[in-house]
Each structure stands twice: as C-alpha cells, then as structure tokens.
C-alpha cells in the first residue's frame, strides 16, 4: 500500500493464484480476434477469457483480423469485462504470457522511489486499516458532512451530502463539495476505480472554475487520461479516469459484495501471525468455510512462524470474526 499525508492512497493486492497474464505491464503474444471499426476497438484473443481490448488507432491501423501480434497489459480484467492491451509488434505462435509483469514490491517502490518500504506489523495493521476504507460506500468529511462512492455497472456514481455541517448553507456546501473533490480523487485511487464517474455536488449555483482547478492538482497522480466535463445546472458534474487495476472491491468480495472465503481466510492468518508474537502458540476458531480456505493457504504462515498455530472449524464464530486465542497444551487433545 502506498500512504501519503497518513492516509491510505492506494492498495496494491497480489495473490499467488492471479492469472500472470492479468497483472499490467506483462507481455503477452495474441491474435486478433475481431475488429470493430464503428467502436474504434480491436477484440485481441490473449489465451484467457474474455478478449482483450485495443484501441483503435494510427498505430493498429494496418492490423487485420488473424494477425498475430504482441501486446502489453495497460489495464488488469474486471469482472465481465476484458483487458486493455497496447500495441507492442508482431508475434509469432498461439496466445500466451511471454513475460511477466514486475514484481508487486518494485511496482510499489515506483510511486514513491526514494522512500523506505516498511513492512512487518506495522505495514499489516495499516493495510487492514487501507482495505476497510477501500471497502466502505459512505466517507465522513471534515466538516462534518460525507461522501458516498458507489460503482454501478454503467458508472461511478458519487454523492457529496451536507450531513451536520453548520453555518450558511451556501458557504457549507463549497466548503463541502471543495473537501469531497480531494476525498474523492484519494478514495478512487485507493479503491482502484476508473471510468466514467459522475459527482452530485451539494448545493447550487457552483463556481465551476475553481472546482476545475481543485479537481486538476487533485487527480494530476492520475493522468494522462483524466478527463472533465462542464457541470450542469442539477450539480451534477461527469469526469472520466483510466482504469489501470482490478478494483480492489472486485479482488476482496463476491459479485454480490459479500467477502470471499479467500479474503477472510487472508485476514485470518494474519491475525494469527500477529497474536502468534515471539514463541507463543495460538489457535484460531473459524466459520468452517472460512477455516478451510485458510488451512489450504497455511503453508504461507508456517514459514513464517513453524507450526505454532492451529485452524478449527467452528459453526457458531461470525463468519468475518474468528475466534483466536492462545493454543494451550492441555488443549491438544
């Protein structure tokens, strides 16, 4: 994760079970499957499902459908929706990964390359902290009112709500929609969110160019790509953001929201790698599924700690709260 101001910024997440050939910045060898001229978009086979997506333009022009080329992944999968591929030259063979991406800790040491990268405790109780904030669809704002972020199929719709701020109505709603923009360009990038989004800003009678101006310095991390249009007499102001990664959303939980047994069987070794300390046994109880997710990935913590710790199935612990406690001798049988 990377942190700017105290703040959680971004939240990179890799597991040993993604696809190489869904993470940016791998190479892959392709075939043109389709060419859509109307949708200036070219649909590239890649070995996985579903197609790829190149746009069209002066550099695939002279592509024809059958070409084998080599492409590089500018932007991971979501759910139901291929790739984005640029260009790199021809190819030769069936699709598949030529090269991998770069490794996460090198991609995370580029967005800030003379900082010390921390890990340990510390670095795990700030991504928790990260990936509950990623998580959630309404963000307070300092003065008192809050910012509501919720993905649609279509688009990303945010709503910026007075909430208890005080004072002129008028000067309350600037004020609040002046906060919701910096929260907003954050949360979006720790979310890993992009597309087309559109801002309810509070309030009437906005001063467009100096929302504009905010919303530039704000989304500048993002660019190129970031692109702004008028706002219109509702308040409602669309913008539109490249997509680079998977949203963490997508990563985390199910396509009904709810977090996979993967995800809170992650959260569970950790904890226990964190209640384990130096030479303490520990043992977790856990909701079945939860617990057998976890004990498939365990080979993870026992190179961490050695076998000092346990992973039960329980049926009455709360799904997304295990139950972790010391592991007692006497307890073994």
Same mark, same amino acid.
């Given at each position: #994760?990377?942190?700017?101001?105290?703040?959680?910024?971004?939240?990179?997440?890799?597991?040993?079970?993604?696809?190489?050939?869904?993470?940016?910045?791998? $190479? /892959?060898?392709?075939?043109?499957?389709?060419?859509? $001229?109307?949708?200036?978009?070219?649909?590239?086979?890649?070995?996985?499902?579903? &197609?790829?997506?190149?746009?069209?333009?002066?550099?695939? +022009?002279? /592509?024809?459908?059958?070409?084998? @080329?080599?492409?590089?992944?500018?932007?991971?999968?979501?759910?139901?929706?291929?790739?984005?591929?640029?260009?790199?030259? *021809?190819?030769?063979?069936?699709?598949?990964?030529?090269?991998?991406? +770069? *490794?996460?800790?090198?991609?995370?040491?580029?967005?800030?390359?003379?900082?010390?990268?921390?890990?340990?405790?510390?670095?795990?109780?700030?991504?928790?902290?990260?990936?509950?904030? !990623?998580?959630?669809?309404?963000?307070?704002?300092?003065?008192?009112?809050?910012?509501? @972020?919720?993905?649609?199929?279509?688009?990303?719709?945010?709503?910026?709500? /007075?909430?208890?701020?005080?004072?002129?109505?008028?000067?309350?709603?600037?004020? %609040?929609?002046?906060?919701?923009?910096?929260? !907003?360009?954050?949360?979006?990038? /720790?979310?890993?969110?992009?597309?087309?989004?559109?801002?309810?800003?509070?309030?009437?009678?906005?001063?467009?160019?100096?929302?504009?101006?905010?919303? +530039?310095?704000?989304? %500048?991390?993002?660019?190129?790509?970031?692109? #702004?249009?008028?706002?219109?007499?509702?308040?409602?102001?669309?913008?539109?953001?490249?997509?680079?990664?998977?949203?963490?959303?997508? @990563?985390?939980?199910?396509?009904?929201?709810?977090?996979?047994?993967?995800?809170?069987?992650?959260?569970?070794?950790?904890?226990?790698?964190?209640?384990?300390?130096?030479?303490?046994?520990?043992?977790?109880?856990?909701? *079945?599924?939860?617990?057998? !997710?976890?004990?498939? #990935? &365990?080979?993870?913590?026992?190179?961490?700690?050695? %076998?000092?710790?346990?992973?039960?199935? !329980?049926?009455?612990?709360?799904? &997304?709260?295990?139950?972790?406690?010391?592991?007692?001798?006497?307890?073994?049988?």
């Amino acid at each position: #994760m990377v942190v700017l101001d105290e703040r959680p910024e971004r939240l990179l997440i890799e597991r040993a079970s993604d696809p190489p050939g869904h993470r940016p910045g791998a $190479r /892959l060898a392709a075939r043109v499957r389709r060419i859509e $001229r109307s949708l200036l978009t070219v649909f590239v086979d890649v070995g996985f499902e579903p &197609d790829a997506v190149l746009p069209l333009g002066a550099q695939t +022009a002279g /592509l024809s459908e059958g070409a084998r @080329i080599e492409v590089e992944v500018v932007s991971a999968p979501r759910r139901e929706k291929g790739a984005v591929v640029r260009l790199v030259g *021809p190819a030769v063979g069936e699709p598949r990964v030529l090269a991998a991406a +770069a *490794p996460l800790i090198e991609r995370l040491a580029r967005f800030a390359p003379k900082t010390e990268i921390v890990t340990g405790r510390a670095a795990r109780a700030a991504a928790e902290v990260a990936e509950t904030e !990623a998580l959630a669809r309404v963000h307070s704002l300092p003065s008192g009112g809050s910012l509501a @972020i919720e993905p649609t199929r279509a688009l990303i719709a945010l709503d910026v709500d /007075l909430g208890a701020a005080a004072g002129d109505a008028r000067r309350a709603a600037a004020r %609040a929609n002046r906060e919701a923009i910096a929260a !907003a360009a954050r949360l979006l990038r /720790l979310k890993a969110l992009g597309g087309a989004i559109v801002i309810d800003l509070a309030g009437k009678g906005h001063d467009g160019d100096a929302l504009k101006a905010l919303a +530039a310095a704000a989304f %500048a991390p993002d660019q190129p790509g970031v692109a #702004m249009g008028p706002i219109t007499r509702f308040g409602l102001w669309p913008l539109v953001l490249p997509h680079r990664a998977a949203p963490v959303a997508e @990563i985390l939980c199910t396509a009904q929201g709810l977090v996979t047994d993967e995800s809170l069987a992650f959260r569970l070794l950790r904890d226990l790698e964190s209640a384990a300390g130096p030479g303490l046994r520990v043992e977790a109880r856990a909701a *079945p599924e939860v617990a057998a !997710a976890a004990v498939r #990935m &365990d080979a993870y913590l026992r190179q961490r700690i050695g %076998a000092r710790f346990r992973i039960l199935a !329980a049926p009455e612990a709360p799904r &997304d709260a295990p139950i972790i406690k010391p592991w007692e001798a006497h307890d073994d049988g």
